[in-house]
Nanobody, 121 residues
């Protein structure tokens, strides 16, 4: 089970840190990803991280502004979001994959419930 938190309302240029806590003792066996979905749009990839945290991947829209990290001792993955823009407004979802830190929805096996991020201009 994945539980995302940390969303909220922030002004453009501000920052938020999302957290996703996983239950169970196999968290380090999973690659983790963050996706987002705005109203009327498809769910899109934001960032992903390998099992050890040694490798990461980002969507072009996130590069240079967002940082994904994980703490396997705490069963938690984070998404630090800086320089937020109104276009970043969406529900953000964390996901776990047994296979790879990919960028497509179908590569992920488990999903959290989402946390809303709203960026005002």
């Amino acid at each position: 089970q994945l539980q995302a938190s940390g969303g909220g309302l922030v002004q453009a240029g501000g920052s938020l840190r999302l957290s996703c806590a996983a239950s169970g003792r196999t968290f380090s066996s999973y690659c983790m990803g963050w996706f987002r979905q705005a109203p009327g749009k498809e769910r899109e990839f934001v960032a992903a991280i390998s099992r050890s945290g040694g490798s990461t991947a980002y969507a072009d829209s996130a590069k240079g502004r967002f940082t994904i990290s994980r703490d396997n001792a705490k069963n938690t993955v984070y998404l630090q979001m800086n320089s937020l823009k109104p276009d970043d407004t969406a529900a953000y979802y964390c996901a776990a994959s047994r296979r790879t830190y990919g960028s497509t929805v179908r590569e992920y096996d488990y999903w959290g419930q989402g946390t809303q991020v709203t960026v005002s201009s």
